[in-house]
């Protein structure tokens, strides 16, 4: 189950549905997932779960699952 917060963070970010976000929610098959909006979802995890995301993790991101992984190695969930 995904963390609530990181569900939430996604939701206002790309502006969808909470109950429609899954770990296979991406670029790819979310339409509003742009380069411009992509960097406001690393400032809002930023700065939900006190992280700051590293030049070299930030393009690991393609999907909310990535995303879980580096929060997790970063020890955020």
């Known amino acids: 189950m995904l963390d609530n917060r990181l569900v939430q963070c996604i939701s206002k970010t790309f502006k969808i549905d909470a109950a429609a976000v899954t770990r ?5 098959n979310t339409p509003s997932w742009d380069s411009i909006s992509h960097l406001n979802l690393v400032f809002e995890v930023e700065d939900i779960f006190d992280v700051r995301l590293s030049t070299e993790e930030i393009p690991l991101v393609t999907s909310v699952g990535s995303l879980e992984e580096v929060l997790r190695a970063r020890k955020a969930l």
């Open 24 to 28: 296979e929610t991406a670029p790819v």
